[in-house]
């Protein structure tokens, strides 16, 4: 009995080569730290045998391996590689894969480069953020199809969309967001008919400033000013949403649940988007030429009938669709880029704020690209 307890416990159980043959190497016993010497030498066996061809290393017979045995091993694997042969494993149980899987080499960090100047960098830097930039626009396209398919499958399946989910978007985005959209439209076109007040009255021209605010809200101002705050509250609050469901793994739940993340999370969303910004950009124009009209008789000695009077003569119908008509579209651009920024974000706070912010900057900047599009194109049509 005494024999046994030494064979289980002694030198027989320590790490070893037990056989070799035709460039397969069985391992047995305990690999691990209380057996540190055994490991080395084996592992110096191992080295030995792998140099300079390919060698196998079965571990099915390993009594145990914890961290110090599966490094060893990498270690080991490494050394023969960098002599020009190879090591694989063999019969290695699943715990044994993790182990070595986590203790497995990394390469090595690149060494800082040399310094440059603040030119150079600058320079680097931009290089590197116009990269990034057709990238991302790379990475909108493939994430835009994604959404066209699940939208087409949610039109093949009608009850398989989230009408509860779509329902409490637009009402996030429209019905809670209609107040601020007022109050700011209201100011913003109150402030552009005093400044276009004092302009003008040196012309004797103020009643044109009925011409200037309505051109300019209903074209341009309504629906770029509804969209840039639609991205800072809505699409910050899209990215913030699917980025904290990230960071708890929520997304993959939905995935091991056998349901698809973009149909979802993504289409109640974006749908949400295109339908309520619409609305917001026509309440926020209302709202602006409220403001303007107030403004114009306060300061510009209009009667309400003069205004509505100039206002109908200067705005036809048509400016008011020229507006509506961009809106879907900036809606769509709001809602790809803050979806695509919330499956972008990590395991961390810090990331999080980082694609909130790139989330808000980007949309802002591409709602105001497409405006400016919008505006070549509808003067090329004269429309």
Request: glycine share 14%.
């Amino acid at each position: 009995m005494l024999s046994a307890a030494r064979a289980r416990t002694g030198e027989e159980a320590g790490a070893r080569v037990a056989a070799e043959a035709d460039g397969r190497l069985a391992l047995d016993g305990r690999w691990t730290t209380d057996q540190g010497a055994a490991v080395e030498a084996a592992a110096a066996r191992i080295a030995a045998a792998g140099a300079g061809r390919a060698i196998v290393v079965d571990l099915t017979h390993v009594e145990r391996l914890d961290t110090l045995g599966a490094w060893v091993l990498e270690r080991t694997r490494g050394e023969i590689e960098a002599a020009g042969g190879r090591l694989g494993y063999a019969g290695a149980r699943p715990e044994h894969r993790i182990l070595l899987g986590e203790v497995g080499l990394r390469e090595p960090e690149a060494a800082a480069g040399p310094r440059h100047g603040y030119l150079y960098g600058l320079l680097d830097g931009l290089g590197r953020r116009v990269a990034g930039g057709g990238q991302d626009i790379v990475t909108g396209i493939a994430f835009l199809g994604e959404v066209v398919t699940a939208c087409g499958r949610v039109a093949a399946r009608p009850r398989s969309f989230r009408t509860s989910a779509f329902v409490n978007q637009v009402e996030q985005v429209a019905l809670r967001g209609a107040p601020i959209i007022i109050l700011i439209s209201f100011l913003v076109g109150g402030i552009v008919a005093q400044q276009g007040i004092f302009q003008l009255q040196r012309f004797g021209a103020q009643a044109f400033v009925v011409n200037l605010i309505g051109l300019l809200i209903l074209r341009e101002l309504g629906v770029l000013l509804t969209s840039i705050m639609v991205a800072g509250r809505s699409g910050s609050a899209f990215t913030a949403e699917i980025g904290s469901m990230r960071m708890r793994e929520e997304v993959d739940a939905l995935r091991v649940m056998g349901l698809d993340p973009v149909e979802v999370l993504i289409v109640p969303r974006i749908l949400a988007l295109v339908v309520g910004l619409p609305m917001l950009t026509l309440i926020g124009a209302l709202a602006a030429l409220l403001g303007g009209g107030l403004t114009a008789m306060a300061y510009g000695g209009l009667t309400l009938d003069q205004f509505l009077a100039r206002l109908q003569a200067a705005v036809g119908l048509h400016h008011v669709f020229v507006g509506l008509i961009k809106a879907p579209f900036m809606a769509l651009t709001i809602g790809i880029i803050a979806t695509i920024e919330g499956f972008a974000v990590e395991g961390s706070a810090e990331s999080l704020g980082r694609h909130v912010t790139a989330s808000v900057v980007k949309s802002i900047f591409m709602v105001i690209v497409l405006d400016g599009l919008f505006a070549v194109f509808f003067a090329a049509i004269d429309f």
